[in-house]
């Protein structure tokens, strides 16, 4: 079965860095898209940022945009999110996903809390 294990989160101040990974099995990592998802407290979970399956094209919400880098190794079936320049407002539980066959799959959040 699809299975997504994310991990890497925690506490980190604003301006800090963090690095989350999503490790797929269960399907053919390289030939699906993936995407990071997040959910502040109180909203709604929303797209933070998607990479295709060859990792080649890649987009962000504009709220993260040159200060998050998506990318992922299609040998080590992993997915990940680079978090450079961290604001207090990035605080959320975080969601890797994938979509296939009519079926979003997601991973376990990984919470990120900045604060000082």
């Known amino acids: 079965q699809v299975q997504l294990v994310g991990s890497g989160g925690g506490l980190v101040q604003p301006g800090g860095s963090l690095r989350l990974s999503c490790e797929a099995s269960?399907?053919?990592?390289?030939?699906?898209?993936m995407s990071w998802y997040r959910q502040a407290p109180g909203k709604e979970r929303d797209l933070v940022a998607r990479?295709?399956?060859?990792?080649?094209?890649?987009n962000y919400a504009d709220s993260v945009k040159g200060r998050f880098t998506i990318s992922r190794d299609n040998a080590k079936n992993t997915l990940y999110l680079q978090m450079n320049s961290l604001k207090p407002e990035d605080t959320a539980v975080y969601y890797c996903?994938?979509?296939?066959?009519?079926?979003?799959?997601w991973g376990k959040g990984i919470p990120v809390t900045v604060s000082l």
């Open positions: 996903n994938t979509h296939m066959g009519g079926i979003d799959y």
């Open positions: 269960g399907f053919t990592f390289r030939n699906y898209a």
């Open positions: 990479i295709s399956s060859t990792g080649l094209n890649t």
